[in-house]
């Protein structure tokens, strides 16, 4: 059964970092293209960082120059670093996977960022 492990996710204070991890099987990761989201209280779910074709990557507006997100193909693992935390990046993060084949999607378990003022 295909997974996304995600981990890296804690608490920290205002201006920290952070660094997220998600990790899937080899066989799919190099077909698929990847992204992170989170859902931060009483919030939807909104996209964060992601890949599109090939190595382009996009950002939300709210974290342009905090947040970078990287792919270690190697490893089968992407990341998602994130500098100069504020308390409104307190969300749980996601990692989602596109198999562009297929469109077929999958979601990583979440993991809890808490970002104190």
């Known amino acids: 059964q295909v997974q996304l492990v995600e981990s890296g996710g804690g608490l920290v204070q205002a201006g920290g970092s952070l660094r997220l991890s998600c990790a899937a099987s080899e066989l799919i990761f190099r077909r698929s293209t990847m992204a992170w989201y989170r859902q931060g209280p009483g919030k939807q779910r909104e996209l964060v960082a992601g890949?599109?074709?090939?190595?382009?990557?996009n950002y939300a507006d709210s974290v342009k120059g905090r947040f970078t997100i990287s792919r270690d193909n190697a490893k089968n693992t992407v990341y998602l670093q994130m500098n100069s935390l504020k308390p409104e990046d307190t969300a749980v993060y996601y990692c989602?996977?596109?198999?562009?084949?297929?469109?077929?999607?999958?979601w990583g378990q979440g993991t809890q960022v808490t970002v104190s003022a």
């Open positions: 890949f599109s074709s090939g190595s382009t990557t």
């Open positions: 989602k996977m596109v198999i562009v084949a297929t469109g077929y999607e999958l």
